[in-house]
Nanobody, 123 residues
Framework: QVQLVESGGGLVQAGGSLRLSCTAS????????LAWFRQAPGKEREFVAA????????YYADSVKGRFTISRDNAKNTVYLQMNSLKPEDTADYYC????????????????WGQGTQVTVSS
């Protein structure tokens, strides 16, 4: 079992930055791949970014490439999502997810989910 708790969401103006954090407990942190997904009101949950167990492999959705950066600190059991140049269309609930499988971008690959943190970008 892995328990995930997100933090760092909030209200920010377009062009601003936020850093989301997700702290894990339970299973050995270094054995899980981690990802961020988001869900805007009335829309399906979508992939944002993912990072492998080692941290050497990272994937990004095209919509955030060049603006968002995923990283992990295995000593702190924490994964981060640095979000720069935020746009109103980035407004969503952001969810942290973990899997013992290889890293990927599919929702179905991820077994463990956090409760989400809200990000609102005003124009």
């Amino acid at each position: 079992q892995v328990q995930l708790v997100e933090s760092g969401g909030g209200l920010v103006q377009a062009g601003g930055s936020l850093r989301l954090s997700c702290t894990a407990s339970g299973r050995t942190f270094s054995t899980v791949a981690l990802a961020w997904f988001r869900q805007a009101p009335g829309k399906e949950r979508e992939f944002v970014a993912a990072i492998s167990q080692s941290g050497h492999t990272r994937y990004y959705a095209d919509s955030v490439k060049g603006r968002f950066t995923i990283s992990r600190d295995n000593a702190k059991n924490t994964v981060y999502l640095q979000m720069n140049s935020l746009k109103p269309e980035d407004t969503a609930d952001y969810y942290c997810a973990a899997t013992s499988r290889p890293v990927g971008s599919s929702l179905s690959q991820y077994t463990y989910w956090g409760q989400g943190t809200q990000v609102t970008v005003s124009s």
